[in-house]
């Protein structure tokens, strides 16, 4: 059972428009959330994260939006650049049980075109 | 720089002859995980050290081993690969429960 979803495989965006890229989680006591960005056969690369005691979290061009009662997170670009066409995972911590596991989701894969 | 090295970075072994992977920080981290990622999945955690304390997960099958003989370095074990286990195998640290760093990875082919 995916207790973190991912529900669009792929996204296309224009260069310098916004990016947007969702993630729901089903699991109420996760409580810290990441995002990855990961290029091919390359390992996943820490972009941003979020604790469940804020709303949004924001770095340069990524901000990370936590929407607990709905259980949803998005991580938004702007504005896009093609050099942020990878595969971006969303992943979460279970903190009932081992917090050092993260939880993953299947990815985003995004296309940034000039 | 401080970071997470794999090597080597592409591995081909045959069928059912062991193979070993090997992964060193600079972090110095206390925690080091090592995940199987196969294509168009999500990496999948195989088993982790917490310091020197052992963490397996419950679906990692006994072919999968590790080993960590210091801080520094971490090892993955397979005794027998099969052609299922044919992945990319990621080395990942972190500073307790904080975020994780990955390495580049290491591309296993099971011939």
């Known amino acids: 059972d995916q207790q973190v979803k991912q529900n669009s495989p792929s996204l296309s965006v224009q260069e310098g428009r916004i990016s947007i890229l969702n993630c729901d989680y089903t699991?109420?006591?996760?409580?810290?959330f990441l995002w990855y960005k990961k290029y091919p056969a390359e390992g996943p690369t820490f972009l941003i994260s979020i604790s469940s005691i804020k709303d949004k979290n924001e770095d340069g061009r990524f901000t990370v939006f936590l929407n607990k009662s709905a259980k949803h997170l998005s991580l938004h670009i702007v504005p896009s650049q093609p050099g942020d066409s990878a595969v971006y995972f969303c992943?979460?911590?279970?903190?009932?049980?081992?917090?050092?596991?993260?939880?993953w989701g299947l990815g985003t894969s995004l296309a940034v075109n000039p | 720089d401080a970071m997470v090295i794999q090597n080597p970075r592409y591995q081909v072994t045959q069928f059912g002859k062991p193979v070993t992977l090997s992964c060193s920080q600079t972090?110095?981290?206390?925690?080091m995980y090592w995940y199987q990622q196969k294509s168009s999945q999500a990496p999948k955690l195989l088993f982790h050290y917490y310091d020197k304390d052992f963490n397996n997960e419950a679906d990692t099958p006994d072919n999968f081993q590790s080993r960590r003989p210091n801080t520094s370095f971490c090892f993955l074990d397979i005794r027998s690969p099969g052609l299922g286990d044919a992945a990319m195998y990621l080395c990942?640290?972190?500073?307790?429960?904080?975020?994780?760093?990955f390495g580049p990875g290491t591309r296993l082919t099971v011939l």
């Open positions: 699991n109420s006591m996760f409580d810290y």
């Open positions: 990942a640290t972190s500073r307790g429960s904080n975020e994780q760093f």
């Open positions: 972090l110095n981290h206390n925690v």
């Open positions: 992943a979460a911590k279970d903190n009932a049980g081992n917090n050092r596991k993260l939880i």
